[in-house]
Nanobody, 127 residues
């Protein structure tokens, strides 16, 4: 069983930065594709960034391109989301997600494609 533990959320002023971390335990064989989702009050959960199992392909939601960066440290079984130039509209609960796959080149952006989820961490950006 894989468990994901998130950290790094908090309150920041507009224009500031935060780095979210998601540590995985109990990893299985195969590649570990990961993603970061967010959910604001009254809105659907959306994928803001995803990375393939090999780390070679990345996806970003249009509204975060150029501001957010997803990365992994395989030695630490950890995926990160570096968020710069934060805006009030980035305020949401952020969730990391992971799925074991034998396709190292694909990333996943749909909620149902992920098998494992973190507990969520609140990110609040004040104006």
């Amino acid at each position: 069983q894989v468990q994901l533990v998130e950290s790094g959320g908090g309150l920041v002023q507009a224009g500031g930065s935060l780095r979210l971390s998601c540590a995985a335990s109990g990893r299985t064989l195969g590649y570990f594709a990961s993603g970061w989702f967010r959910q604001a009050p009254g809105k659907d959960r959306e994928c803001v960034a995803a990375i393939s199992g090999s780390g070679g392909r990345r996806y970003y939601l249009d509204s975060v391109k150029g501001r957010f960066t997803i990365s992994t440290d395989n030695a630490k079984n950890t995926v990160y989301l570096q968020m710069n130039s934060l805006k009030p509209e980035d305020t949401a609960v952020y969730y990391c997600a992971a799925v074991v796959t034998y396709d190292s080149g694909s990333y996943y952006t749909e909620f149902g494609q992920y098998a494992y989820w973190g507990q969520g961490t609140q990110v609040t950006v004040s104006s």
